[in-house]
């Protein structure tokens, strides 16, 4: 008896399988569960090297969010980062060399203060770049998500 218990527990015996159907999701249902992709636009406008007197007049247009279907998204936030390209003089070769600033803010609106959009359109040169980072958007039903962000470049 004993060695017919072992022989039995040593056994393999295929234990019962029962199969899982898969319910198929409509196409239709799947997307519109899906995070949007939303796209940024100051004004009409994408991320570009542009003109200094076009965006002088971009600095006054608010941001725009739209996804792939065309809705309507409310900004409520953005960083805005305004990178200055410059030069000065080494005092110990005499030589002029190339240098960068960059200066940053967090905006909880759809566009920069007043401030801030006479400060850039007054000190913007060639080769100067605008960054509109970590937008901030909401849909109808209060959900937040965040857009893409927008990189302008001053044409020279």
Do not use: C
């Not at 809705?71 to 953005?78: C, E, K, N, R, S």
């Not at 203060?113 to 100067?128: F, H, Q, S, V």
């Amino acid at each position: 008896i004993i060695l017919f218990l072992l022989l039995a527990a040593a056994l393999p015996l295929p234990a019962q399988q029962t199969k899982v159907q898969k319910k198929e999701v409509p196409a239709s249902k799947a997307r519109a569960d899906a995070s949007p992709r939303i796209t940024t636009t100051l004004g009409n406008v994408l991320s570009n090297t542009i003109a200094r007197t076009k965006m002088q007049q971009l600095l006054d247009s608010s941001l725009h969010a739209r996804d792939q279907f065309n809705h309507v998204y409310q900004v409520i936030g953005f960083d805005l980062g305004f990178q200055q390209n410059g030069t000065f003089i080494d005092e110990k070769t005499g030589q002029s060399k190339p240098v960068q600033d960059y200066v940053s803010f967090s905006f909880r609106a759809s566009k920069p203060d007043t401030l801030w959009r006479n400060r850039i359109r007054a000190e913007m040169r060639p080769g100067d770049a605008l960054f509109f980072d970590k937008v901030l958007v909401k849909d109808s039903k209060g959900n937040k998500y965040l857009s893409s962000p927008l990189h302008f470049v001053i044409a020279p």
